[in-house]
């Protein structure tokens, strides 16, 4: 589980890096709508302890807000991964297309077996 957390963590901070606005502003909301749904939760539990009900559905408000910046979250990670994923396979066009272009030279064989590799064990 820490693994999977820290590779979405990861990809998440790759995005912001590499992203333009509209994708540092969708991992802001994100990170804020994970907030807000834990206080909204906390703080059901601690205001509206005298009504048992609410309290209750201050809870679910809190974990539905929570879930949607989650939500928001894993999109981010799914577009960031699909787009390595096309990185790498036209790395692995461009490999191809050399080793069409020079097929007697064995270096390029090479690199288009060390890349494929890679991208397997990615």
């Avoid at 963590?9 to 802001?28: P, Y």
């Avoid at 787009?83 to 692995?92: A, L, M, N, S």
């Avoid at 080793?99 to 397997?120: C, F, G, H, I, M």
């Amino acid at each position: 589980m820490p693994t999977i957390l820290f590779e979405v963590l990861k990809e998440i901070f790759v995005a912001w890096r590499e992203g333009n606005r509209r994708v540092k502003l969708a991992i802001t909301a994100a990170v804020l709508l994970m907030l807000l749904g834990g206080l909204i939760a906390v703080g059901s539990d601690v205001f509206l302890i005298r009504q048992p009900g609410a309290a209750a559905v201050g809870k679910d408000l809190g974990a539905i807000v929570a879930a949607l910046g989650a939500l928001i979250a894993f999109i981010i990670y799914g577009l960031q991964k699909s787009k390595e994923e096309v990185k790498r396979e036209q790395k692995i066009e461009a490999v191809e297309k050399r080793v069409k272009d020079n097929p007697k030279e064995t270096q390029v064989a090479w690199e288009l077996a060390r890349v494929k590799l890679e991208s397997y064990l990615n």
